[in-house]
């Protein structure tokens, strides 16, 4: 899918402010922040449109998505707490048919959500 916002800013096409990435995924800040720190962490190919479509054979990937988003949030002093976030279709939020999770930190968040 080539002309995904996505992938094109995975291939440096659209600029982002790159916190962090591997060779498989990449963290960049998000242009329209819902919290102090608001990260978005993607696959650098488009492996997915949403987690519905996640299998097996992503477990790796996923593993190392984990351990970025650990990382990140280290680097981003979210001491107290932070979440990762993934939203599956257009009712649960999601804007772009990409798999993305959103690292959300630097503030006490509600329980229950919402």
């Known amino acids: 899918m080539t002309d995904c916002i996505f992938c094109r800013i995975a291939r440096g096409e659209i600029p982002s402010y790159r916190l962090d990435e591997t060779p498989r995924l990449l963290a960049f800040r998000d242009v329209q922040p819902q919290a102090p720190t608001h990260v978005l962490i993607i696959p650098r190919e488009h492996v997915a449109s949403s987690a ?42 999601q804007s772009v048919a990409h798999l993305h999770f959103h690292l959300l930190g630097g503030r006490a968040f509600a329980w229950p959500p919402g």
Do not use: S, Y
């Open 52 to 93: 519905a479509e996640i299998g097996a054979a992503q477990g790796e990937l996923m593993g190392e998505l984990f351990e970025l988003a650990a990382r990140v949030a280290q680097r981003e002093g979210l001491t107290g707490g932070w979440r990762l976030v993934t939203n599956v279709g257009p009712d649960a939020g």
